[in-house]
C-alpha cells in the first residue's frame, strides 16, 4: 500500500521560506508523478505543483501561475522523497499542503489524477 508523509509545514511570516518533504513508500518511486495540493480554510483543493516520473525523464514539470517563480517542485529518487521550495511567501498561501501520487508519470494538474494522498502538512503565513 503506497504512504505518503509529509513534512516540513509551520509558520513563517511573509516573504519567508520555507521546504516541504514528502516520504513515500508502498511501491516503487521513480515511475510516477509526483504532485503538491494545498486546501485553505473554506475553499477548495487546489493544485500546486507536479513533476514527472521516469518516463519525463523526471525533468518535466507543472506549476500553478499563482506559484510560478516563487515556488520549485524537485525529486530525490534514491531518497523515495519530493520535496516543495517555497519562497518569498505570501498570505495567500496560507493552506493545508498535501502531497499525491497515481498510476501516470505525466505531471498532471487534476486532482481526479492521483488516488494517493498523504494527511498533509500546515503552512501559516503571517502577515
Known amino acids: 500500500q503506497v504512504q505518503l508523509v509529509e513534512s516540513g509545514g509551520g509558520l513563517v511570516q511573509a516573504g519567508g521560506s520555507l521546504r516541504l518533504s514528502c516520504a513515500a513508500s508502498?511501491?516503487?518511486?521513480?515511475?510516477?508523478?509526483m504532485a503538491w495540493f494545498r486546501q485553505a480554510p473554506g475553499k477548495e483543493r487546489e493544485f500546486v505543483a507536479a513533476?514527472?516520473?521516469?518516463?519525463?525523464?523526471?525533468?518535466?514539470?507543472n506549476y500553478a501561475d499563482s506559484v510560478k517563480g516563487r515556488f520549485t517542485i524537485s525529486r530525490n529518487n534514491a531518497k523515495n522523497t519530493v520535496y516543495l521550495q517555497m519562497n518569498s511567501l505570501k498570505s495567500e498561501d496560507t493552506a493545508v499542503y498535501y502531497c499525491?501520487?497515481?498510476?501516470?508519470?505525466?505531471?498532471?494538474?487534476?486532482?481526479?489524477?492521483?488516488?494517493?494522498w498523504g494527511q498533509g502538512t500546515q503552512v501559516t503565513v503571517s502577515s
Open positions: 499525491a501520487t497515481g498510476q501516470r508519470s505525466f505531471a498532471n494538474s487534476v486532482p481526479s489524477e492521483y488516488n494517493y
Open positions: 513533476i514527472a516520473g521516469q518516463m519525463w525523464a523526471g525533468r518535466s514539470t
Open positions: 508502498g511501491r516503487a518511486f521513480s515511475p510516477y508523478a
